[in-house]
């Protein structure tokens, strides 16, 4: 009777040991993916903001801005590899309601580790743009370093530094830091009065574009909780800046934030149990059951011995 409850028990030993290794590499692995059918509504507020109002030709401060983001996956277009995603953001006056700016964004990226794939008409304002690094989220189980993170205003990689972790509402975050400084992106003709030059007629100078963008990152499923851009455009003539197009620190609101928590809530707790508490839990009971069988066994034997 014990050798054949051994033998029990080595099989459950073995089923344990054979599927700890399983859990964390296959199980996780197919479970460990961007959705498909993903979709998201942010808001970035900003609160005693400059910026140009084109239409009155005035600069309007302390006004309060408001980014609603709007990111929508293209299930078409997507394979069991790569999700694209499609994205419209719109920066008004929340209290006039002017719209200041609009952009639109085109990529598609690896539904493991975030990083773009190049495919499915990527794009940046209607226009074909090649994208590259990371371009919305960092990989699942996101290390502690700097990643390269594409900026969608210059048109190309920036490193995104790792910062230290935190905490919002009692989850660990890491913080990652993006900086552009005093990139040209183009050229304003402005008329010199408006530009505050003497004269008569236009002027023309460069539009010279600076961020300090920050991700506040749950680190098991790539997913930023809170994210912060203190965004500045200026007009800047033979090395003057003669006009402020837009200075704002626009940081996810509430409703926002507590959204990001609720997206990654599932994650970032199934998938650490499946890939250490379980699997380690597995090895324990495998060898346990294996040292059980083996006292039972020899026992068996000892007695078969004496009798």
Excluded at 29 to 50: F, I, M, Q
Excluded at 151 to 169: D, K, N
Excluded at 203 to 214: P, Q, Y
Aim: hydrophobic share 40%.
């Amino acid at each position: 009777m014990r050798r054949t409850v051994a033998v029990v028990l080595v099989a459950i030993g073995v089923f344990c040991l054979a599927f700890a290794p399983l859990m964390r590499t296959w199980l996780v692995s197919s479970l460990a993916k961007t959705p498909l059918d993903y979709y998201s509504e942010t808001v970035n507020v900003a609160e005693g903001a400059t910026y140009f109002n084109i239409e009155d030709v005035e600069l309007v401060e302390n006004a309060t801005l408001e980014a609603h983001a709007t990111i929508r996956a293209d299930v078409a277009s997507s394979t069991d590899e790569t999700v694209v995603w499609d994205q419209f953001t719109w920066l008004k006056d929340a209290d006039t309601d002017f719209g200041i700016t609009s952009t639109s964004r085109r990529a598609g990226h690896d539904r493991v580790t975030g990083e773009a794939v190049d495919c499915c008409d990527a794009m940046i304002n209607e226009e074909s743009v090649a994208q590259s690094g990371q371009l919305w989220k960092f990989p699942f189980f996101t290390e502690q370093r700097d990643y390269d993170f594409f900026e969608s205003t210059v048109q190309e990689v920036v490193p995104m530094e790792f910062r230290g972790t935190e905490e919002i509402e009692g989850v660990e975050v890491y913080r990652f830091e993006q900086t552009v400084d005093d990139a040209v992106i183009g050229e304003r003709t402005l008329p010199r009065s408006v530009a505050g030059l003497e004269g008569d007629g236009d002027v023309t100078g460069d539009e010279v574009f600076s961020i300090v963008r920050t991700y506040w990152v749950e680190p098991t499923t790539g997913s930023p909780i809170k994210v912060s851009e203190h965004q500045q455009r200026v007009v800047d003539v033979e090395g003057e800046e003669v006009l402020t197009l837009l200075d704002a620190e626009l940081v996810f609101d509430d409703a926002s934030v507590q959204q990001a928590l609720e997206n990654s809530e599932q994650g970032r707790t199934v998938l650490p149990l499946l890939r250490t508490t379980l699997p380690i839990g597995l090895l324990v009971v495998g060898a346990g059951t294996f040292a059980m069988a083996a006292v039972l066994y020899f026992s068996g034997r000892r007695s078969d011995h004496h009798n």
